[in-house]
């Protein structure tokens, strides 16, 4: 059985046959490629005699192995080479001939330095799909800018809601929300260029730039009268910008409910002994005069929601019909009923670092089902295996630990 997920070891998954070469760092390349292991693809995770950053990041029982890097490499095998060495290059380009994919975050001028461009790759593999995440579209004057995930928030326009909605100071959205929107996608597009290649037989280059993916995210919520041409107003979402859209307190705590559609303002106010305010305040008429005063509307709701417990709240407005949910913090979400019962956090056994809490796949499938299928490597764990399976001898592999080129764990 594999020790990760309880699951016989050979289970079937989706990508069990794509082999990709992952040379990302950090949380947006890592975020995708992850994914794709889950599904069961080979991925190969090619790092720098330095390791990937988020190996020093967070909390670790042992260097190297930080917990931001556990929760973002698990599915994945590790290859350590120096790549600015020729003999480095050149064992890349022999696991090239053999892989699907390859991802980078790099910009596209630090692959071209390396000599690892797209028109170099697809002589060697013309099958290859060559696929770039990095901060800015290639054709613009930010192309060769880097990019961070607190740059692009900013850049993007997400930050500036903070201060269209509430007249605070514009800040950032306390997660790497730009990075793992982009990783994302990247899973969905390289999946497609996958399919694509089934009928063309050929690969292609991928540029997945962060500032394009999250402009297009934020807008697409945020458009509204800029939509048209000439514009029919400033713009921006009035209900999702309203300072009174937030989790409201309750005599015990905080409480998160939505009321938004006509079926549930007529619930709500009946709930609270307001049944004829639906129809006598011309407010309440449809979801265009409600916008309109939503904040005055929202505002009432958290003056009402303040007079009882959380809990009372959550029964009663369950009950007719209204969405609510409790707040949780970063505490109190692993006793989440729901998520206990449906086993979301799994507890796994890593052979370096012990006893880990780790979240699985969030969908679910019927017959291959994605999971873990490795747990999250050491720095140069499959360094020797990787080689091996690409074809080179024992000697050359020696070869290249010898000469620094090629660098394995030191428990190897």
């Not at 390791?51 to 095998?77: E, F, H, I, V």
């Not at 597009?189 to 063309?200: F, G, K, T």
């Not at 979402?237 to 009321?259: E, I, M, N």
């Amino acid at each position: 059985m594999d020790a990760v997920n309880g699951r016989p070891a050979k289970a079937t998954r989706p990508l069990q046959n794509l082999k990709i070469l992952d040379m990302t760092s950090v949380v947006m390349g890592p975020s995708c490629t992850q994914a794709l292991g889950d599904m069961g693809a080979d991925v190969i995770k090619v790092e720098s005699p330095e390791g990937d950053t988020t190996r020093w990041a967070g909390p670790g029982r042992n260097p190297g192995m930080g917990a931001l890097y556990l929760n973002g490499n698990r599915s994945k095998r590790s290859i350590v080479l120096n790549l600015k060495k020729e003999k480095g290059l050149d064992a890349l380009f022999r696991l090239v001939k053999r892989a699907d994919v390859l991802i980078y975050n790099v910009r596209p001028q630090a692959m071209e330095r390396l000599g690892l461009s797209w028109e170099r790759l697809q002589i060697i593999n013309p099958r290859l799909i060559y696929t770039g995440v990095f901060g800015y579209g290639q054709g613009g004057e930010y192309a060769s800018l880097p990019a961070y995930d607190d740059l692009i928030q900013a850049a993007s326009g997400l930050s500036a809601l903070f201060h269209q909605s509430t007249g605070e100071p514009p800040r950032y959205v306390p997660s790497a929300i730009a990075d793992r929107i982009t990783g994302l996608t990247a899973v969905g597009v390289i999946l497609a260029a996958v399919i694509e290649r089934q009928s063309s037989g050929l690969g292609q280059r991928i540029d997945i730039p962060m500032f394009e993916t999250m402009v297009s995210f934020v807008l697409a919520d945020h458009m509204a009268g800029l939509s048209f041409d000439p514009p029919m107003g400033e713009g921006g979402y009035a209900r999702q910008l309203s300072p009174q859209r937030k989790p409201y307190r309750t005599r015990d705590g905080y409480v998160s409910a939505l009321v938004y559609s006509d079926k549930q303002w007529q619930n709500f106010l009946r709930l609270i002994g307001r049944e004829k305010d639906f129809t006598d305040d011309p407010r309440y008429r449809n979801v265009t005069t409600r916008l309109a005063h939503i904040d005055e509307l929202y505002g009432e709701v958290e003056a009402v929601l303040a007079t009882k417990n959380t809990a009372e709240w959550l029964t009663v407005l369950r009950a007719v019909d209204i969405p609510a949910m409790p707040v949780h913090d970063l505490k109190s979400i692993f006793t989440d009923p729901h998520l206990q019962q449906t086993e979301f956090f799994l507890k796994t056994q890593h052979p370096s670092e012990g006893q880990l809490n780790e979240l699985r796949s969030s969908h679910t499938w019927s017959r291959t089902q994605p999971a873990p299928t490795s747990h999250a490597p050491r720095h140069g764990q499959h360094s020797v295996d990787v080689l091996s399976e690409a074809g080179f001898s024992a000697s050359e592999i020696e070869e290249l630990l010898v000469n620094k080129v090629l660098f394995k764990a030191t428990a190897d």
